[in-house]
């Protein structure tokens, strides 16, 4: 009888194993369910972190952001994902609201950021306005690479591949997953304002 529970214990304790290592490495909350964990962003809590003294000289400037593609192929229409795939980034307007795509909660979260810096941001193109299409080539919690497409009176005048990466993950909780990943909004919006050909062209008196 002896010899059966020892039996049943050592097929248990290999079962376990994948499951017991595995909450040890990942650095998530003890009682989160690998397979399930995931992160919620909700565009109501960010509040972009872009200082308006330092694009003063954007000011009353007016932009088309006609339209944000999500070409990621790590990402999925709704989700993307931390570098390692353990940890899933869940997208809404605020708790309780219906997921949104990565793409529209991205271009959201871009109006907010470009207009905290003085820059009105609209979805309709009027004449002579500056137009942007920004294409989405890879998203993972540590980086986002994309492509920022400018056209004036339906006409390409200018694009830019931008890249941003942070540091590597340290603190998994999910309120320091949150502020990482607004502040990855905040950086590739500054990483659009401080490129020298889009600065240009939004200053450009015509």
């Known amino acids: 009888m002896k010899r059966h529970i020892r039996v049943y ?51 009353d400037k007016k932009i088309c952001m006609s339209n944000i593609r999500n070409e990621a192929q790590n ?28 793409s529209s909660f991205l271009w959201y979260a871009y109006q907010k950021a470009f ?16 137009e942007f299409w920004i294409a989405i080539g890879s998203l993972d919690d540590e980086e986002v690479r994309f492509k920022t ?12 591949e931008l890249d941003v990466i942070m540091k590597s993950v340290r603190d998994r909780h999910p309120s320091a997953l949150n502020a990482r990943a607004y502040e990855m909004i905040d950086l590739s919006v500054i990483a659009m304002l401080d490129d020298p050909g889009i600065k240009e062209i939004l200053l450009r008196v015509e």
């Open 9 to 59: 214990a050592f097929f248990i304790a290999i079962a376990l194993f994948p499951y017991l290592w595995g909450c040890q490495t990942i650095g998530a909350p003890a009682n989160a369910d690998l397979n399930q964990y995931s992160v919620k962003l909700h565009l109501k809590d960010y509040t972009p972190q872009l200082k308006p003294e330092r694009y003063e000289f954007y000011r």
């Open 149 to 160: 497409h400018i056209l004036k009176n339906a006409e390409a005048i200018y694009e830019k």
């Open 115 to 130: 207009e905290s810096a003085g820059i009105e941001t609209v979805h309709r193109c009027e004449a002579g306005m500056p």
């Open 75 to 102: 990402t999925t229409h709704f989700f993307y994902f931390s570098k390692d795939n353990q940890v899933r980034y869940e997208l809404s307007n605020k708790g309780n609201s219906p997921m949104q795509m990565v």
